[in-house]
């Protein structure tokens, strides 16, 4: 994504924050596991997916709304330096194609920099920082996009990275939806 582009997300970010923190409280929940997952995945785009994710680690089963939050970030701050991974493997590949190559370089790009932004969310989230963690998911949702592009504009596309790429936005998604509702 350009650089405008990225700022423009930015600035829409902090508009959007600025518009939540003026919401009521958040709610408060008497359900905890798996009931509250998907309780707080109801409004994502793929509600399955997001309770499935939510209630993939053993602590998930006695969990709050605020540590299902942490679970989100958690998953997808995996998820995303598995797949920085996975994208320096093929790299390292002799004989890749010239388009797929430029495709790769770019992702692991992106990649690099949502590892780092989801990390900072989960810093944020600890320190009940909603606004940033806001934020910085918008920007490694930003990142996770850019990748999707480079996959869909180019010749040289990997299928197991597209798969990865579109569990990382659903993942990043279904994390700011959480955010939000935890937003106070």
Sequence with gaps: MKMAGRIFLLFL????????????????????????AEKL?????????????????????TATAPKLGVIALSIASANASDTSFYIKAKLKQKNLEP???????????????AVAQLDDSL???MQNSYIDV???????????????????????????LARRNTNLLKLCKDALLINTILTP
Aim: hydrophobic share 40%; charged share 30%.
């Design 41 to 61: 995945c109801e409004k994502s785009e793929d509600k399955a997916f997001c309770v499935a994710s939510l209630t993939s680690r053993p602590e998930a089963a």
């Design 123 to 125: 810093a944020a989230l």
């Design 99 to 113: 388009a797929l190559e430029d495709t790769l370089d770019d992702c692991s790009k992106n990649y690099l920099d």
């Design 134 to 160: 806001d934020i910085w998911l918008n920007t490694a949702i930003s990142d996770g996009e850019a990748c999707e592009n480079a996959l869909n504009d180019r010749a040289g596309n990997d299928a197991e």
């Design 13 to 36: 970010s902090v508009y959007v924050t600025v518009a939540i923190a003026g919401k009521a409280p958040p709610p408060t929940f008497t359900e905890k596991g798996k009931a509250l």
